[in-house]
């Protein structure tokens, strides 16, 4: 697969669960692996993790299972990142002065060609983009409804006239967007799985 570099800038909002610990401003974007980094201009609330952010990436060998970080990556448009390389605070006690970087890896191919270029909205109306307490409230309840499984999903969006919740997924044998069906007091179902490139497209046929 062909190496590419594409030059943009985008600003990004980190979470750790729900507390804004910083922003950033994406600046380039590597390779295959959908690899991109940028500043990291920590929140007053980083403190809190801060020493234990340091902890881990001191460490020699990264036990990223147990990471307690929980880190969510939004764009500016609203869209929330699914890496599945993972994201990562280059924080380092060693160099305290240094800037901080920040390195998410493994995002989808569409993220360069839809919203690097011209941050364009990713759903319209009857669909609204979610914040990041629905957004971790919705995948909880999902997880809630089916347990352990290979596949990640992050919620993206929710339709406002009906219980669907569109989802970014990864693993398993699925395309990379799903509708899942959220009622109260019912079992959570997977409706349908959108086509690679054609997620967008919720807007017009579900509306």
């Known amino acids: ?13 980190i979470y750790s669960h729900k507390i804004l610990i910083g922003t950033t401003n994406f600046k380039q974007s590597f390779g295959a692996m959908g690899h991109i980094w940028g500043e990291f201009i920590p929140s007053e609330e980083y403190q809190i993790i801060k020493k234990q952010v340091q902890k881990f990436c001191d460490s020699l060998e990264k036990d990223y299972d ?13 869209y929330f990142l699914l890496p599945v390389g993972g994201v990562e605070i280059y924080d380092t006690s060693d160099f305290p ?3 901080i970087q920040i390195h998410v890896v493994g995002i989808h191919s569409h ?10 909205a990713f759903v319209l109306a009857p669909w609204q983009q979610v914040n990041i ?3 971790i409230e919705l995948e909880d309840e999902l997880f809630r409804e089916i347990g352990e499984t290979n596949v990640t999903f992050s919620a ?11 989802f970014a997924v990864h693993g398993g044998n699925v395309p990379p967007f799903a509708i899942g069906n959220l009622k109260s007091g019912q079992k959570a179902t997977i409706e349908e799985v959108f086509p690679d490139e054609n997620y967008y497209t919720c807007s017009g046929t579900y509306g």
């Not at 147990?66 to 609203?78: A, D, K, P, Y």
């Open 133 to 135: 307490d629905q957004k």
């Open 97 to 99: 002065n240094d800037p």
């Open 1 to 13: 697969m062909p190496c590419y570099f594409i030059h943009f800038t985008m600003k990004g909002y």
């Open 66 to 78: 147990r990471s307690s970080f929980r880190f969510n990556v939004q764009l500016e448009n609203g």
């Open 156 to 166: 993206l969006a929710k339709h406002s006239l009906s219980d669907k919740v569109l």
């Open 111 to 120: 993220i360069y060609n839809d919203y690097f270029e011209n941050n364009s």
